[in-house]
């Protein structure tokens, strides 16, 4: 047997350990976008490009490429919000944006909603959800559409379902990610 095998091993009683210190409280403010929130959102957004299927993109977007969105979205006046924590970072973001370029589709918007990873679970997702139907009905806005993969996003669809998200339809095998095919599960809330 080795020497240190023979030492009596110490531990300190349960009662007497120092317990760990507390975690800080989790906040943050949600308002509108800045540009000088860019830089994290691009972070947030291409961690789920390379480690999940949530999103169908394979390349990562550009801070010039979120530029040119955020850009398009305020010119066309659309919400497109962040939560902050109290230093400022941002933890977590939602935005609507055109279901489709016709005319016709002026009040249908698809929404996107993406967490940093530390930030999830925590009801950050339901706080931005919340906030982006109300200014998207403050906006206008009829119907809301919510394309979601449907696998590794079941969290996604429940959150929308408790929003009162309906189910209309799903799409198998549209998607090709990761050497493996995905569907889709679409989701629509009118905004009465």
Do not use: C
């Not at 009596?8 to 007497?16: A, C, I, T």
């Not at 230093?87 to 370029?101: E, H, I, N």
Request: aromatic share 10%; hydrophobic share 40%; net charge positive.
């Amino acid at each position: 047997m080795l020497e240190e095998e023979y030492a009596p091993r110490r531990e300190v009683p349960f009662h007497l350990r120092r317990l760990p210190p507390a975690e800080p409280e989790f906040s943050y403010l949600i308002r509108d976008v800045e540009a000088k929130d860019l830089p994290d959102i691009r972070e947030i957004y291409n961690y789920y490009v390379v480690n999940t299927v949530v999103t169908f993109d394979e390349d990562q977007m550009s801070l010039r490429a979120w530029k040119a969105k955020y850009a398009h979205l305020t010119k066309l006046k659309m919400p497109f919000i962040a939560a902050v924590s109290p230093g400022g970072t941002v933890l977590g973001y939602a935005l609507v944006s055109p279901w489709k370029a016709k005319a016709a589709y002026r009040y249908t918007v698809e929404n996107s909603i993406y967490l940093r990873p530390s930030s999830t679970g925590k009801g950050l997702g339901r706080a931005l959800l919340a906030e982006l139907l109300d200014r998207s009905k403050k906006a206008g806005l009829k119907e809301v559409l919510a394309i979601i993969a449907d696998k590794g996003a079941e969290g996604s669809i429940a959150l929308h379902e408790s929003f009162g998200f309906k189910e209309t339809g799903r799409m198998g095998r549209v998607g090709y990610k990761f050497d493996r095919w995905l569907g889709t599960v679409l989701m629509q809330k009118s905004l009465k």
